[in-house]
């Protein structure tokens, strides 16, 4: 997500940390370094000129906070820069709502409808979806679609051009505590487009006017946002497509310059790769720090609580199985793509280029089906599995025998490290730290 812009920023932050000393010499290369960055990032040019002159000035000019140093200060000054370049998160009140989404054509208004279904449905609300997208032909069917697969009630009337007599009979009929009504798109905002939000803006009386922009926009997403802003007084942003793009710096500082906050992000086509927009969270993932809040988030929805608590416990105790195994790998593929899962631990872990993301994925699914076609001796104690019990593996499951020597090297080395983790007992280490989380779950 956002690799160049990320890259660039982290290059910046590893060169203050080589430097000597950190004196005016070193806070300018930094600032500059720092603003390259940004606009390679699509970042508008002004904002990143302010940026790089405000990480300068209060460099220099603060004083450090106790006990820091000064190459922490300078760090620390660049990070509430960044959180303060893309702006304030919004607040999402778990209510009964409506919800009117716009856009351009191509945007990715419709699937977001889904994705945002998907979100209150998994905080407790009934969501419905209303097709007032009467210009793109396949956008109804695509809409019924996403409904069906979210299991929300869809309103819509295929062929009708009127999308005001849509949202009329939808308001009507549709018993819901959030409705999502997408509009329709155009290749620019013109005044047909703008008057037919109006109308339904005045019809629907939504509690959110939400825009949805995608990240590879570019700059043109500042001149995007105003223009919507003036039409119908966007009250958010949600931005999509982040996990196709590498700079995605002009989405991201259009809300600010609006002064509508980004509420949402969508990071992948499946409808849970949507998440609410935390300013701190996101720019510590981007600079490197990573995002455990968002790691132990996604962990829950993964791992049924009684099994983490479960295997949680096994490997305080140093019992770590195939069986665990199995489980974490489950958990990974539910968690998303492996290299959103890697972006999230701290320092940035990232997959290398010249490394297949879509065969590592494709590697982890075949030792799934090994290990479910070894008996609960093998799972339980893979010291037993001899090269013909790795052959009938290997026929059982149809995966191939080098492929099972990697599982079982994999596997010891995810042992070994569960053992570094715990430092010395296994009880007062890093891991009996994370298992804390792990209580909470349910």
Request: net charge positive; aromatic share 4%.
């Amino acid at each position: 997500m956002l690799d160049k812009l990320g890259e660039g920023l982290r290059s910046a932050l590893k060169k203050l940390a080589g430097a000597g000393s950190i004196d005016k010499a070193a806070v300018d290369e930094l600032a500059k370094d720092v603003q390259r960055a940004l606009l390679s990032g699509d970042v508008d040019v002004k904002l990143a000129q302010e940026l790089a002159d405000r990480v300068r000035k209060r460099s220099l000019d603060e004083k450090h906070k106790p006990g820091q140093t000064a190459r922490e200060h300078v760090v620390r000054v660049v990070y509430e820069e960044l959180v303060r370049l893309v702006g304030r998160g919004g607040e999402i009140p778990l209510r009964p709502a409506k919800i009117l989404l716009c856009g351009l054509f191509g945007s990715g208004k419709t699937t977001t409808a889904g994705k945002l279904a998907r979100f209150y449905q998994k905080r407790g609300l009934k969501p419905a979806l209303v097709a007032c997208d009467v210009v793109r032909p396949a956008a109804y069917e695509q809409l019924k679609q996403l409904s069906e697969q979210v299991h929300a009630p869809f309103y819509g009337e295929k062929g009708e051009k009127d999308s005001a007599k849509v949202l009329r009979n939808a308001l009507q009929k549709l018993k819901a505590d959030v409705i999502i009504i997408d509009s329709s798109g155009r290749d620019a905002l013109d005044s047909g487009m703008v008057n037919e939000l109006k109308t339904l803006n005045e019809i629907a009386k939504p509690d959110e006017r939400i825009l949805v922009i995608p990240a590879d926009l570019g700059q043109a997403a500042r001149v995007q946002a105003d223009a919507f802003q003036k039409a119908v007084h966007i009250t958010g942003v949600i931005i999509t497509k982040l996990d196709g793009t590498a700079k995605g710096g002009g989405a991201l500082t259009a809300a600010a310059v609006t002064g509508a906050p980004v509420k949402w992000i969508g990071t992948g086509e499946k409808s849970d790769a949507f998440e609410t927009f935390d300013p701190d969270r996101f720019v510590s993932r981007l600079i490197g720090w990573g995002d455990i809040q968002a790691l132990v988030e996604k962990a829950k929805e993964a791992i049924e609580p009684e099994k983490a608590e479960q295997m949680m416990g096994r490997m305080l105790e140093a019992k770590f199985t195939l069986d665990d195994f199995y489980e974490q790998i489950k958990a990974m593929q539910k968690m998303g793509p492996l290299g959103d899962v890697l972006g999230m631990m701290p320092g940035g872990m990232k997959i290398p280029k010249n490394v297949d993301v879509g065969k590592q994925e494709g590697k982890m699914k075949r030792w799934k089906y090994a290990i479910e076609s070894m008996t609960p001796a093998e799972r339980s104690d893979p010291s037993i599995i001899t090269p013909s019990r790795i052959l009938r593996v290997s026929k059982g499951s149809g995966v191939p025998e080098s492929d099972i020597h990697e599982l079982l090297k994999g596997y010891e080395q995810t042992k070994k490290l569960m053992k570094q983790l715990g430092g010395g007992g296994m009880k007062r280490g890093a891991l009996a730290n994370l298992a804390k989380r792990f209580k909470g779950f349910g």
